[in-house]
């Protein structure tokens, strides 16, 4: 589909997040990106 104007789209890959109760839920790792993630945030600033 073509549009006539251009729309902002943002993709989020998450592997973590909070249900409805409040408590964290995991999946797996299936583009093996956290730790990457995880190595860059132990770095020092």
């Known amino acids: 589909m073509?549009?006539?104007q251009?729309?902002?789209?943002?993709l989020h890959y998450l592997t973590?997040?909070?249900n409805a109760e409040g408590e964290v839920e995991f999946?797996?790792?299936i583009?093996?990106?956290?730790?990457t993630?995880?190595?860059?945030?132990r770095r020092p600033v």
Request: no cysteine.
């Open 2 to 4: 073509n549009l006539t």
């Open 6 to 10: 251009r729309i902002p789209i943002a």
């Open 16 to 18: 973590a997040w909070p």
């Open 27 to 29: 999946r797996p790792d």
């Open 31 to 35: 583009y093996r990106r956290d730790a």
């Open 37 to 41: 993630l995880l190595a860059a945030l």
